[in-house]
């Protein structure tokens, strides 16, 4: 089982597995070395498959760096990402966890090894620390999607990425769409419902109150500053933000009713922009489940506030309560990392969540959420990971905004039916998982394939220092 205080993170864009995960790679690295951190002489990064390829793009180089200086996802001022990793990349100087300073030179000191995987997972890399008396520590890292990561050591002891039960902590846990339903039968209880009892096993309910709410103040606060900002997106690509133009159009004509009734499509489309092209600029987001679809989930959250009769803030909670469940079905079930089964697993997933959030603040069944879900996620089956430059831009940010309205589509089609499908969610899940395994690699976060290829304009991404395995 997965807790939503581990499903939704607060972090730092543009990639929850590539920029996220390897900062709290570098973190645990820290506290690895605990007290030999001032042993230290050298550090390097060896970063691998997907981590590599599109680590540039995704700025995994940075993340590591930042992480090492100890800072953290959750509570970095990202306005001053480019003043905190200035006297390292200009003197050469990082100060271990704050404490230790060394010597450390970008272009000999991070390795690029894009043709090569490490075992467990596309997204690997491992830290290497030499010590003054020429000792090694080093460990290697798995960033599996959405912030999470597991260690060498972990695998060792009961491997994390395989699906095995293990003890849950929890009173109701569930594996499956279909058990979670039965639960919910057998107890008389929602999926909201059902997640608080859970959740409230291990925290208190002010506890998991405050999260929920930290995680809509964020997400708020991210549509805020997205629709104040205009300019280019970093990058290379020349990618111009379009959510500030947006929403000085749309704060012209609303209320107007000559849009078709449409006019509700146009703010979704603006929340999903507004905070997609924060997470491009490295801001503040949520990891919803990932950064590449932090928009979809804010979109339709705000879509709630803004277009549907009864909202509150605990509807808010109930929303993320209920897209918890699912988000936390199809990790333990396939993936949510763009790196293993392609975007499917970022934008399919966000979509299938937000969709069952929406159905049930709209007076859904848990039949009727489950089928939403399903809906989201059945209809973002097969989608590829094949960003330009290895940039969370093009087709990222456009592809949030799609995935919102389709959310929104999927908990209506689910409200006007009864709940009954032919396809269950759980299929839809495993269906999810064996494409994923089917999609070449090329079309799995490694710029190597689709789009990043064929489109005009692209930058191709260059791997330096390539060879073979480095060792300490």
């Given at each position: 089982m997965i807790s939503i205080f581990d499903l939704f993170k607060i972090g730092i864009g543009p990639s929850s597995s590539h920029t996220v995960g390897p900062m709290v790679a570098a973190n645990r690295f820290l506290t690895l070395l605990g007290e030999r951190i001032s042993q230290t002489k050298q550090i390097r990064i060896d970063l691998y498959g997907s981590l590599s390829s599109t680590g540039k793009g995704h700025a995994t180089d940075v993340a590591v760096i930042l992480g090492l200086l100890g800072h953290n996802p959750r509570t970095i001022n990202t306005k001053k990402t480019e003043q905190y990793i200035a006297d390292v990349l200009e003197h050469h100087q990082l100060k271990l966890g704050g404490k230790h300073t060394i010597t450390f030179n970008y272009d000999t000191d991070i390795l690029w090894y894009d043709e090569v995987n490490l075992p467990h997972h596309p997204n690997g890399m491992m830290i290497n620390a030499i010590m003054n008396d020429g000792a090694c520590i080093n460990e290697t890292y798995y960033s599996i999607g959405g912030g999470f990561v597991v260690d060498s050591q972990e695998i060792k002891n009961g491997n994390p990425l395989s699906q095995d039960e293990?003890?849950?902590?929890?009173?109701?846990?569930?594996?499956?769409?279909?058990?979670?339903?039965?639960?919910?039968?057998?107890?008389?209880?929602?999926?909201?419902?059902?997640?608080?009892?859970?959740?409230?096993?291990?925290?208190?309910?002010?506890?998991?109150?405050?999260?929920?709410?930290?995680?809509?103040?964020?997400?708020?606060?991210?549509?805020?500053?997205?629709?104040?900002?205009?300019?280019?997106?970093?990058?290379?690509?020349?990618?111009?933000?379009?959510?500030?133009?947006?929403?000085?159009?749309?704060?012209?004509?609303?209320?107007?009713?000559?849009?078709?009734?449409?006019?509700?499509?146009?703010?979704?489309?603006?929340?999903?922009?507004a905070v997609n092209e924060q997470n491009a600029a490295g801001g503040k987001v949520v990891t919803a489940p990932t950064n590449g679809a932090a928009g979809i989930i804010p979109a339709v959250l705000h879509y709630y506030r803004g277009f549907v009769t009864g909202f509150s803030y605990e509807g808010v909670r109930e929303f993320l309560l209920v897209a918890g469940a699912i988000g936390a079905l199809i990790k333990q079930n396939a993936s949510i990392s763009g790196a293993e089964v392609g975007c499917q697993g970022e934008v399919g997933s966000a979509c299938a969540m937000a969709a069952a959030g929406l159905a049930h603040v709209m007076g859904g069944t848990v039949a009727q959420c489950l089928n939403a879900a399903e809906i989201g996620l059945e209809h973002n089956l097969g989608l590829t990971c094949d960003p330009i430059a290895g940039l969370v831009q093009v087709p990222c940010i456009e592809r949030n905004a799609m995935a919102s309205i389709k959310a929104i589509n999927a908990a209506r089609l689910a409200l006007r039916g009864n709940g009954t499908h032919y396809v269950s969610l759980d299929k839809a899940i495993a269906t999810m998982k064996e494409t994923g395994k089917d999609m070449m690699d090329k079309y799995k976060e490694t710029a190597r394939g689709g789009l990043a290829i064929y489109a005009d304009g692209r930058i191709p991404i260059a791997s330096i220092n390539a060879g073979g395995f480095s060792q300490c």
């Amino acid at each position: 089982m997965i807790s939503i205080f581990d499903l939704f993170k607060i972090g730092i864009g543009p990639s929850s597995s590539h920029t996220v995960g390897p900062m709290v790679a570098a973190n645990r690295f820290l506290t690895l070395l605990g007290e030999r951190i001032s042993q230290t002489k050298q550090i390097r990064i060896d970063l691998y498959g997907s981590l590599s390829s599109t680590g540039k793009g995704h700025a995994t180089d940075v993340a590591v760096i930042l992480g090492l200086l100890g800072h953290n996802p959750r509570t970095i001022n990202t306005k001053k990402t480019e003043q905190y990793i200035a006297d390292v990349l200009e003197h050469h100087q990082l100060k271990l966890g704050g404490k230790h300073t060394i010597t450390f030179n970008y272009d000999t000191d991070i390795l690029w090894y894009d043709e090569v995987n490490l075992p467990h997972h596309p997204n690997g890399m491992m830290i290497n620390a030499i010590m003054n008396d020429g000792a090694c520590i080093n460990e290697t890292y798995y960033s599996i999607g959405g912030g999470f990561v597991v260690d060498s050591q972990e695998i060792k002891n009961g491997n994390p990425l395989s699906q095995d039960e293990q003890t849950s902590p929890f009173p109701y846990p569930f594996s499956s769409a279909e058990e979670l339903a039965q639960i919910c039968l057998e107890h008389s209880i929602n999926i909201a419902e059902l997640m608080q009892l859970n959740e409230t096993a291990i925290r208190t309910k002010d506890e998991v109150r405050d999260y929920l709410n930290d995680i809509w103040d964020v997400m708020q606060a991210c549509v805020t500053e997205g629709c104040q900002k205009d300019g280019v997106l970093p990058g290379g690509l020349g990618v111009k933000r379009r959510a500030k133009a947006l929403y000085d159009i749309l704060s012209k004509e609303y209320g107007k009713a000559n849009d078709g009734g449409l006019l509700a499509m146009d703010w979704v489309n603006l929340y999903a922009l507004a905070v997609n092209e924060q997470n491009a600029a490295g801001g503040k987001v949520v990891t919803a489940p990932t950064n590449g679809a932090a928009g979809i989930i804010p979109a339709v959250l705000h879509y709630y506030r803004g277009f549907v009769t009864g909202f509150s803030y605990e509807g808010v909670r109930e929303f993320l309560l209920v897209a918890g469940a699912i988000g936390a079905l199809i990790k333990q079930n396939a993936s949510i990392s763009g790196a293993e089964v392609g975007c499917q697993g970022e934008v399919g997933s966000a979509c299938a969540m937000a969709a069952a959030g929406l159905a049930h603040v709209m007076g859904g069944t848990v039949a009727q959420c489950l089928n939403a879900a399903e809906i989201g996620l059945e209809h973002n089956l097969g989608l590829t990971c094949d960003p330009i430059a290895g940039l969370v831009q093009v087709p990222c940010i456009e592809r949030n905004a799609m995935a919102s309205i389709k959310a929104i589509n999927a908990a209506r089609l689910a409200l006007r039916g009864n709940g009954t499908h032919y396809v269950s969610l759980d299929k839809a899940i495993a269906t999810m998982k064996e494409t994923g395994k089917d999609m070449m690699d090329k079309y799995k976060e490694t710029a190597r394939g689709g789009l990043a290829i064929y489109a005009d304009g692209r930058i191709p991404i260059a791997s330096i220092n390539a060879g073979g395995f480095s060792q300490c």
